[in-house]
């Protein structure tokens, strides 16, 4: 009789094999999956810049400290560092990394599964996980 360990929407992982049915449906067989990994997509773009603009301001900042005397320049200062690290905030959340799945099926490497939920995401690599170990024993 066959196990589950995760039924979603898009995903089935059983003790026999993993099935994706989004974007592209595709099926392979546990016990031929080698060298499982976990690979981490890049960030946003938009991240990235509005890092990078934050830590830019930082360092205008930290070379204007000496002129920064009134209330107002500090205001200034302080939004100037501010709103980027708010921005970056707000688009890491709105498009978090994505996470990919992969390993050596057939001698070639394959994806089995890219999400940018990272709950799900981490619910169907445990599953895998359990599946690979009752297949070892």
Known sequence: M????YRGPDVLVTDECI??????PHRFQVGELDAVRVVR????????????????????????????????????AVMLITAPCVASGICLRLRPRAQELRAMY????????????????????????????GVLK
């Open 106 to 133: 057939r001698n070639r490497d394959v994806s089995l599964y890219v999400s940018a939920d990272a709950r799900a995401f981490g619910q169907i690599r445990r599953a895998l996980t359990r599946a690979r170990e």
């Open 19 to 24: 099935e994706v049915w989004d974007p592209v």
């Open 2 to 5: 066959r196990r589950d360990y």
């Open 41 to 76: 997509h890049r960030l946003d773009r938009t991240v990235t810049l509005s890092a990078q603009a934050a830590g830019g301001a930082l360092v205008l900042v930290g070379l204007s400290w000496p002129s920064l005397t009134s209330a107002g320049s500090w205001l200034i």
